[in-house]
């Protein structure tokens, strides 16, 4: 985007950056293998009285072409600057480097295209050979049993079962065809004749607006952002799709999900995510005490073509939409957010457990048009607060250079039809990100969340949490975006690195550390929420407080966690303290005594830490008790990890064997490393009177408190209730001790 460096997505001048950017490359549709020396295309028509100058060739080196071709792969369409730059590094005018890319990416759309064509006809051709066998078999039919002449009319079974499977090809073909046409914004081939597809049979209204052709929706009118969202990249068709995978992926009990209708669906998501995503609209309102936004139902009511205003009974909405910048570019963090598993990396403390249920789209070599179906469990760390499941479509498309749009939907087919389907306690209206690349070598994302959750589920202690949106809403996933990205970044930085480091721990030993204190919090969250990640089961006793939560759970193959039978229990409990204050108070390895009966006659000291983030407390720590001398680990360590931010707060830690350390920390596999995690949560209370997003004002907090313990180490044992009340006494016994030494009732 020539001239626009600082282009904002959704400020004001980010249309005539766009629509600029959109007319320099319709202009660059010259092709050819060689260059021109002495002018381009344009200076021909600079006077009608000038003579032509007889244009020579120019033709490449090896070298030359070697580096553009490398630089093509990462770039296909740079900018002044990059051309600028590449012609002064090999040695050409930024006219040759402007018609090199131009005509290389001409070739690479031909390319594709004939490929697209072969494989085509190649069915095509088949199709053909099955009809004539088929046209000759009905001409002159003969009889299965004496071989002579059948009477016309008699077609043996197996022909009929050619002519229906015949015809099933044909349709799908047409189906596949029509499909790719709307969905990638392009014909498929020549070749082809697409029939109009049928409306799926849905409650949900499968109007489309520019994401596909036909249809209509108010979210899809032209854009204030000049997105072309029927086109592809800068207004040229994208490349053709290679085979789909998972064209029909099953959705439970065997149905069968039609692709078309997923497909409509997510271009209407992706269509209204935009539309909300735009600052000055209808949709978002100031609360009534100015503070943050809220959407206004009624309005978006009224523009949607997926929301019919209509709820299950018993269901709240929650909407909210955040802008932050975060320290990594838009393709990494597109290749996080559709890649299941390092989403559920950089996100930990929400996703308990993610999988891709099937692929419906996807284009060779580039995450742009991907379509797929996913499910998620997501949690908000308290035992009485339960999972949230939901099954939906995670749709990805590039509308520009560096700008990236990812929108979710829920999908629950067939659920308004039969009674297969359970009804999940979340449904995500669209939500998702859209993704900018700034200058700076920042990203720039706005999300938005918008949910429907069954709120008989969520106990009084945690409504006005979950319900201002900070629990499962856009805030809290920026937040752990940004936090995850600036690790990420530290862990990369050898200024960061040396800054942050002693001789104790090398960056080997970092990025071993890490791997361990993210195991040891996902299991401490597992044992905290009922999600399916491990196979904890919650134990119903009559002897326990209904707001305590006890699961068990036998290990018998795991090494990195211990062997036999573990408890665990976790409460949670309203502070009259500032998060802040509370979080301060547990972290320090000097207050610990305070609370943690193992350490109440021992000094604990903090001998390593490892900055993670920005703020104080986000680190990895490493804590020593009864310290015999500075170079020994002594015989009680611990490891812990904290962290911080405007939606929350958390204190993890395990002890550890002091020779499991020793490797760990000069860099081996902590995949073995024996873990038994407890810790803290602390959470806003949700009342606006609470103070700060920072957690520094004054009010009060959420605390969670929960404690794993190793009850025998035998696989054929079982828990007692001597050991229940036990844990359950310590857990009590540790919410009175931080109390009484907060001095709060």
Wanted: hydrophobic letters at 35%; aromatic letters at 6%.
């Amino acid at each position: 985007m020539e001239g626009h460096d600082q282009m904002d997505l959704i400020g004001e001048n980010f249309e005539n950056g766009l629509m600029g950017r959109m007319r320099d490359d319709e202009n660059d549709s010259r092709s050819g293998s060689d260059n021109f020396e002495g002018g381009s295309g344009d200076d021909q028509d600079a006077g009608d009285n000038t003579p032509q100058r007889k244009k020579k060739y120019h033709r490449h080196t090896p070298q030359q072409i070697q580096q553009l071709e490398s630089f093509f792969k990462d770039c296909p369409h740079p900018d002044e600057k990059q051309r600028s730059d590449l012609g002064k590094k090999l040695g050409l005018e930024n006219k040759q480097i402007k018609f090199w890319f131009q005509n290389r990416r001409t070739q690479m759309k031909a390319q594709l295209e004939r490929h697209e064509n072969m494989i085509l006809k190649q069915e095509n051709d088949k199709l053909r050979a099955e009809n004539t066998m088929m046209r000759e078999a009905i001409e002159n039919p003969i009889c299965n049993n004496c071989g002579g002449h059948a009477i016309p009319g008699q077609i043996s079974m197996e022909e009929h079962q050619m002519r229906i499977e015949n015809a099933r090809l044909q349709d799908e073909l047409n189906r596949v065809s029509a499909l790719t046409n709307k969905f990638f914004g392009g014909p498929v081939s020549r070749l082809a004749s697409p029939i109009a597809m049928p409306t799926p049979n849905s409650g949900l209204n499968l109007s489309i607006g520019r994401n596909a052709i036909g249809g209509s929706s108010n979210f899809a009118m032209p854009l204030p952002m000049g997105l072309d969202l029927g086109e592809g990249v800068l207004g040229n068709p994208p490349p053709p799709p290679l085979p789909m995978s998972g064209i029909r992926p099953p959705m439970g009990n065997g149905v069968q999900i039609d692709p078309s209708m997923l497909a409509n669906l997510a271009a209407s998501a992706m269509d209204e995510l935009i539309g909300m995503a735009q600052i000055d609209n209808s949709l978002w309102i100031k609360s009534s005490d100015g503070g943050k936004e809220v959407l206004n139902h009624e309005e978006y009511a009224r523009m949607s073509s997926i929301y019919n205003g209509t709820k299950p009974i018993g269901y709240a909405t929650e909407a909210t939409r955040e802008t932050g910048v975060v320290l990594i570019n838009s393709l990494a963090l597109v290749d996080s957010l559709m890649d299941v598993d390092l989403w559920s990396e950089m996100f930990p403390s929400m996703i308990a457990r993610a999988v891709t249920l099937g692929v419906i789209f996807s284009v060779a070599g580039t995450r742009n048009g991907t379509l797929q179906l996913m499910n998620a469990e997501l949690q908000l760390v308290s035992p009485l607060v339960p999972v949230r499941q939901v099954n939906f479509l995670r749709y990805c498309k590039q509308h520009a250079v560096g700008i990236w749009v990812v929108v979710d939907l829920s999908v629950d087919i067939g659920r308004n039809a039969t009674n297969s389907y359970p009804i999940m306690s979340c449904r995500k209206l669209p939500s998702g990100c859209i993704v900018q690349d700034m200058s700076n070598g920042l990203t720039k994302i706005t999300w938005i969340d918008h949910s429907q959750y069954d709120e008989s589920v969520i106990p009084q202690l945690y409504r006005p949490l979950v319900s201002s949106g900070i629990g499962f809403g856009a805030q809290r996933w920026i937040a752990t975006l940004q936090r995850q990205c600036q690790c990420l970044a530290i862990l990369s930085s050898p200024s960061i690195r040396a800054e942050n480091t002693k001789a104790l721990v090398g960056q080997p030993g970092m990025k071993s550390l890490l791997k361990l204190t993210q195991r040891m919090t996902e299991c401490f969250c597992s044992g905290i929420c009922s999600s399916s990640i491990r196979k904890w089961e919650i134990i119903p006793l009559a002897t326990i407080a209904d707001d305590m939560k006890l699961m068990t759970r036998k290990n018998v193959d795991d090494p990195g966690e211990a062997l036999g039978i573990m408890l665990s229990v976790a409460t949670s409990v309203w502070m009259p303290v500032s998060r802040q204050r509370l979080f301060d108070f547990l972290r320090d390895a000097r207050m610990r005594r305070h609370w943690d009966d193992s350490a109440s006659d021992v000094t604990v000291n903090e001998i390593h830490s490892i900055v993670k983030a920005q703020g104080q407390g986000n680190c990895i720590s490493i804590l020593r008790a009864n310290v015999s001398h500075a170079n020994d680990y002594g015989n009680s360590i611990y490891v812990q990890e904290s962290w911080t931010d405007a939606t929350g707060s958390m204190i993890v830690y395990s002890p550890i064997n002091a020779q499991a350390l020793k490797v760990v920390v000069s860099g081996g596999d902590s995949a073995c490393v024996r873990l038994l995690p407890s810790g803290f949560t602390i959470l806003p209370d949700g009342n606006s009177n609470s103070g700060n997003g920072d957690g520094s004002g004054g009010g009060g907090c959420l605390l969670t408190v929960g404690r794993q313990i190793m009850v025998n180490n035998l696989p054929q044992a079982k828990f007692t209730v001597e050991s229940v009340t036990r844990l359950n006494d310590t857990v009590s016994g540790t919410i009175q001790k931080i109390k009484a030494a907060l001095g709060v009732a």
